[in-house]
């Protein structure tokens, strides 16, 4: 078993910045993928950013590029994601979680474990 805690959401206005931190314990992997989603009220869970855990190799949601950035501490066993230029439409639960065969970013059906959702408000 995985077990994910995220932390680091909380209110911020437009314009904002906000930091994620995901720390994993339990099994390891080889080469894990460890990805962030969001899901806003009435919309489907969304694909966010996604870290390569043994290389590094990252992959972003069109609609984050250049704001977002996901990376990793190896000795903390933590990914983080750091939220620049916050938008409203950047409102959601936002969710780590870990593809144990690093054989997807974005699609969440081929992600195994999930930590518990941490909520972003952006609003003025």
């Known amino acids: 078993q995985v077990q994910l805690v995220e932390s680091g959401g909380g209110l911020v206005q437009p314009g904002g910045s906000l930091r994620l931190s995901c720390a994993a314990s339990g099994r390891t992997f080889s080469s894990p993928i460890i990805g962030w989603f969001r899901q806003a009220p009435g919309k489907e869970r969304e694909s966010v950013a996604a870290?390569?855990?043994?290389?590094?190799?990252?992959d972003y949601a069109d609609s984050v590029k250049g704001r977002f950035t996901i990376s990793r501490d190896n000795a903390k066993n933590t990914v983080y994601l750091q939220m620049n230029n916050l938008k409203p439409e950047d409102t959601a639960v936002y969710y780590c979680?870990?593809?144990?065969?690093?054989?997807?970013?974005?699609?969440?059906?081929?992600?195994?474990?999930w930590g518990q959702g941490t909520q972003v408000t952006v609003s003025s």
């Open positions: 979680a870990v593809n144990k065969y690093g054989n997807s970013w974005k699609r969440p059906t081929l992600y195994d474990y």
């Open positions: 870290i390569n855990w043994r290389s590094g190799g990252a």
